[in-house]
């Protein structure tokens, strides 16, 4: 385990205006205002498990309320592959709760993450990390992608189950919803190739308002709040609805890599229920 979850040279490795001695300043300000103390407090309180036993006692900790609506849809793939396919509103809590439910039913469950929640050690046994949606087309970042991607395939065809956020990054803010952006084509590619079950989840809330903002100034600026996000998700109720299992004959009806992309979207969004009055 991690001294810390976070550190300063972590923060430095985001952006340049975390360097020198402005950026020294900055960063400290960014642990106490950004809450980043508060998140390796979080880690610290928990780290002492490793695994599906980690996420609940953290989720416990922070008073997370996790509500599972059509979970025994689960109990029908006791054994075998499939893939859980997700809306993305949070960027952490979402893919921990998933863990959570998932891995409470098949604890070979695995999800492909991003290097922020990637940084979680004491969840390795739950993840698969890769990051196919870098905005540069770094060497290492691709391999490093082609590699996480070869370990999804093999693990589903090691016959385990394996949960994908197929937006590749935090759903967006719109005046009348928060929705994910077009699902991306590597991650619908890898489901077409892997050759299982579906299962939809949707996952409800969204993320901060300040943290929205921020995405207007600089999305890297934006990923180190996104951690402090964690924290004020405390004492909140989160559901998590999962959909019929899509099979790979009604799969193979889509052979347009967009439209079937379109589809899985559609079928988990169709579980989005207006919250009561």
Not at 82 to 103: C, E, K, M, Q, R
Request: positive net charge; hydrophobic residues 35%; aromatic residues 10%.
């Amino acid at each position: 385990m991690k001294e810390k979850l976070i550190s300063k040279d972590m923060i430095r490795g985001v952006h340049p205006i975390f360097r020198g001695r402005f950026g020294n300043v900055l960063t400290k300000i960014v642990f106490s205002v950004g809450g980043l103390n508060k998140v390796n407090a979080i880690y610290d309180a928990s780290k002492q498990y490793t695994g599906l036993a980690f996420v609940n006692d953290m989720l416990d900790k922070l008073q997370i309320i996790r509500k599972a609506e059509n979970y025994e849809v689960l109990d029908n793939f006791k054994e075998g592959s499939f893939i859980t396919v997700s809306n993305h509103p949070y960027g952490h809590v979402d893919g921990i709760i998933a863990i959570s439910l998932v891995a409470g039913k098949r604890r070979d469950y695995k999800m492909m993450v991003n290097w922020m929640l990637s940084q979680i050690d004491t969840m390795d046994e739950h993840f698969i990390g890769v990051n196919p949606y870098s905005k540069d087309n770094k060497m290492s970042e691709l391999k490093s992608s082609i590699g996480g991607v070869k370990q999804c395939l093999e693990h589903i065809r090691d016959g385990h189950p394996l949960g994908l956020f197929p937006a590749g990054g935090v759903s967006s803010p719109h005046l009348d919803r928060t929705e994910d952006r077009e699902w991306q084509e590597p991650v619908l590619k890898l489901i077409k190739k892997a050759k299982v079950p579906v299962i939809p989840m949707f996952i409800s809330g969204n993320n901060s308002w300040f943290y929205r903002f921020l995405g207007f100034i600089d999305w890297r600026i934006r990923t180190v709040r996104l951690l402090h996000e964690v924290h004020n998700k405390k004492g909140k109720t989160i559901t998590v609805r999962f959909g019929n299992p899509i099979s790979v004959e009604e799969q193979s009806k889509y052979t347009d890599i967009k439209e079937f992309g379109e589809f899985l979207k559609a079928q988990t969004y169709a579980m989005k229920k207006k919250p009561n009055r």
